[in-house]
C-alpha cells in the first residue's frame, strides 16, 4: 500500500495566483480530511469528507478556498486567488471509520510570496 | 467540537529515561488516539484507545484513559534519541468524526 499520496509535495506562487493540491487516499478508506498546520496556528481541520460527501466544512477559513472530491480516490484542495498567509503544509489524511486512526500524506509545503 | 490539549508543551529527557504525556479534552468521546509528528513530516498514529477500555499497551508505549476525568497518558518507555517528535492526542468526539489536534507535546531526548 503506498499510503496517502500528495501532491506536489512543494509548491511556490506569486500572491495572486491560483493553487491546486492534490491527494489521492488510501483505496477503501471512506474519510478523507484536509489540514494545515503552520508555527503560529499548529494543525488546522479545514474539511473532511465521508465517502465523497463533504461533511464539515466549518474549517476553511474564506471563500477563496475550495475543496473536491470527484470520486472515492482523488480529492483536490485549491485556493484562488493565493495570498502569503496562506503559505502553510497542507495535509491530506484518509480514514477508514471512526474505530480506526488516519493516515496522514507527507504534506504539501505552500510558499505564497 | 473536541479538541485535545497536551501537557507539558515540551519534555527534555535522557536516553533511557521514560517520558509520560498527559492530554485532556471536554465532551464525551467515542475513542482517543495519540500521534507522533517528526519535524517536517506528516502525523503518524501511533494507537487508539476507545472510550470502555482503561488501558492500552503497543511496545514500548502505554496509554491510560479516564473517561472520569476525561484525560488520557502517554507513557513511553525506555526512550530513545528517535522518540525526538511532537506527540499529540486526537480525542474523538462520540457521533462525530471531526478531530481537532491540540498544540502537541514536544519531546526531546538526548544521547
Known amino acids: 500500500d503506498a499510503g496517502v499520496i500528495q501532491s506536489p509535495r512543494h509548491e511556490v506562487t506569486e500572491m495572486g495566483q491560483e493553487v491546486t493540491l492534490r491527494c489521492k487516499p488510501i483505496?477503501?478508506?471512506?474519510?478523507l480530511f484536509w489540514y494545515r498546520q503552520t508555527m503560529m496556528r499548529g494543525l488546522e481541520l479545514l474539511i473532511y469528507?465521508?465517502?465523497?460527501?463533504?461533511?464539515?466544512d466549518s474549517g476553511m477559513p474564506e471563500d477563496r478556498f475550495s475543496a473536491k472530491m470527484p470520486n472515492a480516490s482523488f480529492s483536490t484542495l485549491k485556493i484562488q486567488p493565493s495570498e502569503p498567509r496562506d503559505s502553510a503544509v497542507y495535509f491530506c489524511?484518509?480514514?477508514?471509520?471512526?474505530?480506526?486512526?488516519?493516515?496522514f500524506g507527507s504534506g504539501t509545503r505552500l510558499t505564497v510570496v | 467540537s473536541q479538541q485535545g490539549e497536551e501537557d507539558p508543551q515540551a519534555l527534555s529527557i535522557q536516553e533511557g529515561e521514560n517520558a509520560t504525556m498527559n492530554c485532556s479534552y471536554k465532551?464525551?468521546?467515542?475513542?482517543l488516539q495519540w500521534y507522533r509528528q517528526n519535524s517536517g513530516r506528516g502525523l503518524v498514529h501511533l494507537i487508539l484507545?476507545?472510550?470502555?477500555?482503561r488501558e492500552k499497551h503497543s511496545g514500548r508505549l502505554r496509554v491510560t484513559l479516564d473517561t472520569s476525568k476525561k484525560s488520557s497518558s502517554l507513557l513511553i518507555t525506555a526512550s530513545r534519541a528517535a522518540d525526538t517528535a511532537s506527540y499529540f492526542c486526537?480525542?474523538?468526539?462520540?457521533?462525530?468524526?471531526?478531530?481537532?489536534f491540540g498544540a502537541g507535546t514536544r519531546l526531546f531526548v538526548k544521547a
Open positions: 465532551t464525551s468521546i467515542n475513542n
Open positions: 484507545i476507545r472510550s470502555n477500555e
Open positions: 489524511a484518509s480514514s477508514p471509520g471512526t474505530l480506526r486512526g488516519y493516515t
Open positions: 469528507f465521508n465517502n465523497n460527501v463533504p461533511i464539515d
Open positions: 483505496s477503501g478508506h471512506d474519510y
Open positions: 486526537a480525542p474523538v468526539e462520540t457521533g462525530g468524526f471531526k478531530t481537532i
